[in-house]
């Protein structure tokens, strides 16, 4: 197994671009998902396989990978953005297995 | 709409059994893998088990191998966690997630609907 390591937050001012990023050894033959959790609720799908957005997703999240690191990209961040998001993938073994990262922290501010 | 709605957390003391249930709508539920994710207070997301669509293969983080069994009954669109020998530590929102499969094998894939999650207590 590897960890998916995360900085705890990162600030943004509204309009400004926030980009989180997640790091892990087995990235570059990974796919990386994204989840925005907001307080007391359960985690929302934001990107898939890396870049890929789910429909109903606002276009000024992104995501892309290179190397051993992985980004999330909101353009022009607004207020209701302000959650967690965790990054996540699947173990190298081939036992199943799902990593998390330890959760970044956005706040719009 | 896909639905998930889980059921059967509570307050259990150490030692104890539990069983979790999610009852799944608004797709062919024995067409998909399942999981179960849970997240202790404060703490980062942690995948628990998956078991794939004919319930025949199951998959465990190491840490609970033996005391937590997933299940399913596809004629009920449920999917189960029995959670047995609780302990503190294992109090948590538990959220079952269907899975959705990247790769033939699906040894890669994502989990792209989750319930609203059940909160389990594991105290005296």
């Known amino acids: 197994s590897y960890e998916l390591t995360q900085p705890p937050s990162v600030s943004v001012s509204p309009g400004q671009t926030a980009r989180i990023t997640c790091s892990g050894d087995a990235l570059p033959k990974k796919y990386v998902h994204w989840y925005q959790q907001k307080s007391g609720q359960a985690p929302t799908l934001v990107i898939y396989e890396d870049n890929k957005r789910p429909s109903g997703i606002p276009e000024r999240f992104s995501g892309s990978s290179s190397g051993t690191m992985a980004t999330l990209t909101i353009r022009g961040a607004q207020a209701e953005d302000e959650a967690d998001y965790f990054c996540y993938s699947t173990d190298t073994s081939g036992k199943y297995e799902g990593i998390f990262g330890g959760g970044t922290k956005l706040t719009v501010l | 709409e896909v639905q998930l709605v889980e059921s059967g957390g509570g307050l259990v003391q150490p030692g104890g059994s539990l069983r979790l249930s999610c009852v799944a709508s608004g797709f062919t539920f024995g067409s998909y893998w399942m999981a179960w994710v849970r997240q202790a207070p404060g703490k980062r997301l942690e995948w628990v088990a998956n078991?794939?669509?004919?319930?025949?293969?199951?998959y465990y983080v190491d840490s609970l191998k033996g005391r937590f069994i997933i299940s399913r009954d596809n004629a009920e669109n449920s999917l189960f966690l029995q959670m047995n020998s609780l302990r503190a530590g294992d109090t948590a929102i538990y959220y079952c997630?269907?899975?959705?499969?990247?790769?033939?094998?699906?040894?890669?894939?994502?989990?792209?609907?989750w319930g609203q999650g059940s909160l389990v207590t594991v105290s005296s």
């Open positions: 078991i794939n669509q004919g319930g025949s293969e199951q």
């Open positions: 997630a269907r899975i959705y499969c990247s790769s033939p094998s699906c040894y890669d894939y994502y989990l792209d609907h």
